[in-house]
């Protein structure tokens, strides 16, 4: 899956090809992907050791669609969890739940014993 994403990422991003030499819509459409932005910016600064005013405009561009898929994800993973079951709702809980009780009587009590026999 990641070959299918990211080689087409890579290629349109402006490393492979330059950026100018593709058609006006595909440069809009690549204007959303960070690639783009991130390759720009490594350009800007190792061909032209450029210069905090060039680079600036590509590291908001950056920080800004980072954020957006960042907050895509945030609100994907509380939808997924909100549906999850609580543990207490799981087939056999209460069988698990009661051997851990049961277990740590046990050892409770063979602690006391043990510090009854040295006393």
């Known amino acids: 899956?990641?070959?299918?994403?990211?080689?087409?990422?890579?290629?349109?991003?402006g490393e492979v090809t330059p950026f100018e030499s593709m058609p006006k819509p595909v440069q809009k459409l690549?204007?959303?992907?960070p690639t783009t932005h991130f390759v720009a910016l490594?350009?800007?600064i190792v061909y032209g050791g450029a210069?905090?005013?060039i680079v600036?405009?590509?590291?908001?561009?950056?920080?800004?669609?980072g954020s957006v898929?960042?907050?895509?994800?945030?609100?994907?993973?509380?939808?997924?969890?909100?549906?999850?079951?609580?543990r207490s709702e799981l087939p056999g809980y209460e069988?698990?739940?009661?051997?851990?009780v049961a277990q740590a009587s046990r050892e409770e009590t063979a602690g006391c014993a043990?510090?009854?026999?040295?006393a």
Do not use: H
């Not at 690549?30 to 992907?33: E, P, S």
């Not at 069988?95 to 851990?100: E, L, N, S, V």
């Open 51 to 53: 210069d905090i005013t």
């Open 56 to 65: 600036w405009p590509r590291c908001i561009a950056l920080f800004a669609i």
């Open 114 to 118: 043990s510090k009854l026999e040295t």
């Open 30 to 33: 690549m204007q959303v992907a």
């Open 69 to 86: 898929f960042f907050g895509l994800a945030l609100s994907r993973g509380f939808r997924v969890v909100r549906y999850l079951p609580l």
């Open 95 to 100: 069988r698990y739940r009661w051997a851990g």
């Open 42 to 44: 490594a350009q800007a």
């Open 1 to 13: 899956m990641m070959v299918i994403t990211l080689l087409p990422l890579e290629m349109l991003s």
